[in-house]
């Protein structure tokens, strides 16, 4: 038999506590999982920050991406399997792009991608296509397999409905991670019946689309996510410790340049500084040597670094203030100006941060990210755009919602009050 279609002899299951079992039975599949890019995904947090916040949130990007695989799985062995508008021959290139749609992410992404300019959607191509055992594996199903992987994963190839599994506004990436966060945040949103969804998808000739019936389910869905945005992922708490990240990279790479002499060498980081990364150098890194440079930088002379490492080591964060950019444009340049005749470099301790979500958004040609609309199949077979029959979606669509916040080391400020005049004017004006 083909390696493609060879099939395990007995059933490998991971337990989860979302889906409770992921099913493994294809060889390849349980091949991809053995490889050490896969298993990196161990040691790199699906949040982020933000156990700093919601302290079960110290789940890992390895268990989503089983996730979203289990998902992919179920819709296509139990949904779409036999149905005329499915093609078979696309079921292992849609369970691999599953599978491996966030190989690519590093530890704290965001803030790693901003810093060193960086994008994890190259990388996870770069792993795909590259000398890699990941690479390997799909190589053996054939020459070309890896290709057609990273051009589901990069949104390039040729069947949009395999890609509309992985990356649509209803798709099994969002499916997995918005009841996965919600689990392991603790938090009550997040919750929807994705049973009900999963029985209600059908393959068409494009994209993945809902049975007219599963409306209702599929409003719970949306409105989960915008709850988790707002509650969860754009947290001020863990945005201010992705700021402090943020500025402890930069003030190294910074440091780095002016060939500052570290006590403790930034081996692992170098590359990144130097902007010679090679995939070796980005595979190698996890959360894990992060942290270790950021303990031993606590101990460095340079009062910036260390300060700033010992705040994300013992959360001892930013406070935050709200601030409207169209109504105080002039606040952020008199901070400036006051942080500097206190002393206070703002450029590592004054910092403005906003937050944006679209919860959803019918179709708009010619938009920066067009999206492809949410379609209801109704029982005479036409489509229906998701907000057109729905008064909650429709109340909700196309429309942004912006946050905007400044982060300051309140702290600091607090307690020199008493000998520095201007901690105070600072802080009257930054809580306005
Ligand atoms: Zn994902």
Not at 3 to 29: A, G, S
Not at 49 to 63: D, K, M, N, W
Not at 186 to 200: A, T
């Amino acid at each position: 038999m083909s390696y493609e279609h060879e099939k395990l002899t007995e059933e490998k299951v991971f337990k989860d506590p979302v889906h409770r079992y992921i099913h493994v039975r294809d060889r390849v599949i349980w091949d991809v999982i053995g490889t050490r890019e896969f298993q990196r995904l161990r040691r790199i947090r699906q949040l982020g920050t933000t156990y700093l916040v919601f302290h079960g949130a110290e789940h890992s990007r390895f268990q989503h991406s089983l996730g979203v695989y289990e998902i992919v799985r179920r819709i296509i062995d139990s949904g779409f399997g036999g149905r005329p508008e499915w093609n078979e021959d696309e079921r292992l290139v849609a369970l691999c792009a599953a599978l491996l749609h966030d190989l690519g992410h590093g530890p704290f992404s965001h803030a790693f991608e901003k810093v060193f300019d960086l994008d994890h959607e190259k990388f996870t191509q770069a792993i795909l296509l590259g000398d890699t055992e990941v690479n390997a594996v799909l190589s053996r199903v054939s020459p070309e397999f890896p290709q057609r992987v990273a051009d589901v994963v990069g949104k390039t190839y040729k069947d949009k409905l395999v890609i509309s599994l992985i990356s649509s506004q209803i798709d099994a990436d969002r499916m997995d991670y918005l009841q996965r966060d919600a689990y392991y945040t603790g938090v009550q949103y997040g919750h929807f019946d994705m049973e009900r969804i999963l029985r209600v998808m059908r393959p068409a000739e494009e994209q993945v689309v809902i049975k007219s019936s599963g409306m209702h389910a599929v409003e719970d869905y949306i409105m989960s996510r915008y709850q988790m945005y707002w509650q969860v992922y754009f947290h001020p708490v863990s945005r201010s410790a992705e700021v402090i990240l943020i500025k402890i990279l930069h003030r190294a790479k910074a440091l780095y340049k002016d060939g500052y002499r570290f006590q403790q060498e930034p081996g692992p980081f170098s590359s990144f500084f130097d902007k010679t990364i090679t995939l070796e150098d980005y595979i190698s890194l996890d959360e894990g040597v992060l942290f270790t440079y950021f303990q031993l930088w606590m101990k460095e002379k340079d009062p910036i670094l260390s300060d700033l490492c010992r705040r994300f080591i013992n959360r001892k964060l930013f406070q935050y203030a709200e601030f409207d950019p169209a109504k105080e444009y002039r606040k952020i340049g008199q901070l400036d100006a006051l942080f500097k005749e206190a002393g206070i470099d703002p450029e590592y301790y004054l910092v403005t941060d906003s937050s944006s979500d679209l919860p959803y958004d019918f179709y708009r040609p010619g938009e920066e990210n067009e999206r492809v609309p949410i379609y209801l199949q109704l029982p005479n077979g036409e489509l229906s755009e998701l907000s057109r029959s729905s008064d909650i979606v429709d109340a909700i669509s196309g429309k942004r919602r912006t946050d905007h916040k400044i982060y300051f080391p309140e702290d600091i400020l607090e307690a020199g009050q008493e000998d520095n005049p201007l901690y105070k004017e600072i802080l009257q004006l930054v809580r306005g």
